[in-house]
Structure formats: structure tokens, C-alpha cells
């Protein structure tokens, strides 16, 4: 069994086109022996947001704290925390936080 926690694991700004104030963790994943799938944290800080993207695999997200609005290609969504969303594979989307406190969620997706 593997257990970590998260104020110990280190945090990575991302510095890419199409993302904005976004840290990420990666909890768990194949470097803990983790087979099948790999488990992130995000922080999205006050106006930032995450790609506006699809890719093949599907992924869980799980909003820890905060709130924001989640955006498929023809709706955008409200969540907040302890709320749960599935991704199907192709399906573009994007996270974003117009609030003014950071916005914090797990993403578990499939090992490449």
C-alpha cells in the first residue's frame, strides 16, 4: 500500500499556451507502482482555467474545493465542491475559475 500526502507532494506550475494559473500534482501514478491509472491534483487559481481540449481515454474529476464552471463544445456548466464528473474519450473540454477563491480537483486518468 502507498500513501502519500498531498502537502508533500510537489506542485507544478503549468506554463503552456491555452492554460492559465494552473498547478498540478500528480498524487499517484506508474512512478508508485500505480498499474492502471494515475491520480492529479489541479489548482485553478482565481481566473485561470485549464486546455480546452479532447483526448481518447476517458477521465474522472472530483471538485474538492471551490467552485467554477466546467465547458463541453456546446454548454458550460457550474460545479462546485464534492461534486463528480466523467469526461467520455473525445470529448473536448475545459475547467475554469471566474471566482475569486482557488478552485481544487482530483483527475484520475488511465496510465499511457
Partial sequence: ?????LASTPAEQINETGVLGVTRQILLGPQDGAPNFTMRCFTVAPGGYTYYH???YEHEIFIVSGTGIARGKNREVQIKSNEAILVPPNEIHQIL???P???????????Q
Fill in 101 to 111: 477563491e482557488p478552485l481544487v480537483f482530483l483527475c484520475l486518468i488511465p496510465n
Fill in 54 to 56: 479532447a483526448h481518447d
Fill in 1 to 5: 500500500m502507498v500513501i502519500k500526502s
Fill in 97 to 99: 475559475n471566474p471566482h
